[in-house]
């Protein structure tokens, strides 16, 4: 991807030596089904190869206790690297995303929890993690499909990682449609987004956050892109292959939030027969 010979290089094309880099995983189903530790364990060898400190590499998720359980907080520990999750890190009052009209009840850990008589929210905070400590972002996801959003991507696991507030979108389809592209699209999370990793060793195609390895396939890939929206289709296109060979029903994929990312904001490419694929073996 890159186009250099060695694989210090190849990371100085998307991070520079003083970047704080902050490797977003998807821990919640465990590390099976999730983020597997052993591509982020190879992404922590690639920086330190291009002389990133080990102080300025973090591994991070929504919560600690799913980076935990999914060996990440050990695998931090073994590199001498840190380890964060946004709740126990604490969001930033002076980034929020509030564009949406949808309000939320609010719960632990949102920001406006138990502040005064605040009971409902009108906006999701952006983690400190993305507003005071990291630079550089690089996007580490599952190929796992998503019941409302049709895959647990780069757009909705960064959007869904990022904020507080975010269960009033869990419900419908539409609502995520139009918050993940825009709460992506924050300039605090897409500008530093410098690239996007699918984690395709295993597809599940049946799940979500449960693992369920008898719904899954061994594709033994990796995909690497600048581009979120393209490797999401591309996902999309996967999940629904395998449950087709599954003998599954067909779910429907939300292809609306792609076409939002791609359309109207150019996050990148929303259109199959566009994108440019390169296998490399």
Same mark, same amino acid.
């Given at each position: ?13 998307? &991070?520079?030596? +003083?970047?704080?880099?902050?490797? =977003? !995983?998807?821990?919640?189903?465990g590390p099976q089904s999730g ?15 291009? #002389? &990133? ?31 964060? @999750? ?18 939320? +009840? ?7 929890? @138990? ?5 409902? @929210? #009108? #906006?999701?905070?952006?983690? =400190?993690?993305?507003?005071?400590? !990291?630079? =550089? ?16 991507? *780069?757009?909705?696991?960064? %959007?869904?990682?990022? !904020? ?6 869990? *419900? ?15 300039? &605090? ?14 597809? +599940? ?38 449950? =087709?060979?599954?003998?599954?029903? %067909?779910?429907? +994929? ?13 996050? @990148? !490419? ?12």
């Open positions: 991807l890159a186009l250099k010979k060695d694989i210090a290089s190849a990371w100085r094309v998307f &991070v520079k030596t +003083q970047d704080v880099i902050g490797i =977003k !995983v998807y821990s919640a189903p983020t597997r530790p052993a591509v982020v364990e190879a992404i922590i060898k690639g920086l330190l190869e291009a #002389k &990133v400190e080990p102080e300025n590499i973090i591994i991070w998720d929504k919560l600690m206790a799913d980076l935990r359980k999914s060996g990440f907080t050990d695998l931090a520990a073994k590199y001498g690297i840190r380890a964060e @999750g946004s709740l126990e890190t604490g969001y930033d009052w002076k980034v929020s995303y509030d564009e949406s009209p949808l309000i939320g +009840q609010l719960i632990w850990g949102d920001l406006e929890f @138990g502040s005064g008589k605040q009971a409902i @929210g #009108k #906006k999701s905070y952006v983690t =400190k993690i993305l507003t005071k400590e !990291v630079t =550089k972002v690089i996007n580490v996801t599952p190929l796992l499909n998503h019941y409302r959003a049709g895959v647990t991507g *780069n757009l909705y696991s960064l %959007a869904a990682g990022s !904020v507080d507030n975010f269960m009033r979108f869990e *419900n419908e389809a539409t609502r995520l449609a139009d918050a993940v592209p825009d709460i992506y699209n924050l300039p &605090v999370l897409a500008d530093h987004v410098v690239l996007n990793i699918v984690d395709a060793l295993i597809c +599940q195609y049946e799940g979500e956050d449960l693992s369920r390895l008898h719904y899954s396939i061994a594709l033994n890939e990796l995909r690497l892109s600048t581009d979120p929206v393209a490797l999401d289709v591309l996902s999309l296109a996967e999940i629904a292959k395998q449950r =087709k060979a599954a003998k599954l029903d %067909a779910r429907p +994929q939300n292809l609306k939030l792609y076409s939002n990312a791609s359309e109207l904001l150019e996050l @990148g !490419v929303s259109e199959l027969p566009k994108i440019q694929i390169e296998r490399v073996k």
